[in-house]
């Protein structure tokens, strides 16, 4: 399966600035998505991170919240932006490799707005 | 948004005990169906995965049983161990979805020594 590097693992950020997520894998995926798990609950899917192209948002996220890139097959970003104490949650980096039908997670950022 | 519904929300074992959780699932399309163990600060491992053309699946002491008709499967852990304490994630995955976990509720599992 693949390995996925997640930076930075944790942060506390001031409500009104951005932070950028960064997730690098260690071989070539077939899709990249990037879901949030705020505290005690289950993973929701932000978005499908799509290889030099716009990402494909899930209903209630939208890109100028939530800017990602993803300029290759190994590695995205996944951006909050205008941040509130509602941004504070776990946000997860996922791949999927369509060879072994196996989805990897990232361990996580960790945000906390203040 | 099609659903993935888990339970129960949590769940205590004694230590070699059987812990049962269960999911039940809308999206007829789906046809992966993957058992996630997160432990704290740690992103979500899959543990075990299931196809729907086969009603069972079993890798140590976890095993999956599938019923397509009632749309329903879920997770055995046999001889439960404290080390099992975490929480357990179903998830779904296919057709429209295609390559979109859809995942449930989640369950705490406690196992007691």
Known sequence: SAVISQKPSRDICQRGTSLTIQCQVDSQVTMMFWYRQQPGQSLTLIATANQGSEATYESGFVIDKFPISRPNLTFSTLTVSNMSPEDSSIYLCSVLKISSYGYTFGSGTRLTVV | QQQVKQSPQSLIVQKGGISIINC??????????????????????????????????????????????????????????????????????????????????????????
């Not at chain 2, 049983?65 to 046999?78: E, G, P, T, V």
């Not at chain 2, 439960?80 to 295609?98: I, K, L, V």
């Open chain 2, 24 to 113: 039940a699932y809308e999206n007829t399309a789906f046809d992966y169906f993957p058992w996630y163990q997160q432990f704290p600060g740690k992103g979500p491992a899959l543990l075990i995965a299931i196809r729907p053309d086969v009603s069972e699946k079993k890798e140590g002491r976890f095993t999956i049983s599938f019923n397509k008709s009632a749309k329903q499967f879920s997770l055995h852990i046999m001889d439960s161990q404290p080390g099992d304490s975490a929480t357990y994630f179903c998830a779904g995955a296919g057709g429209t979805s295609y390559g979109k976990l859809t995942f449930g509720q989640g369950t705490i599992l406690t196992v007691h020594p």
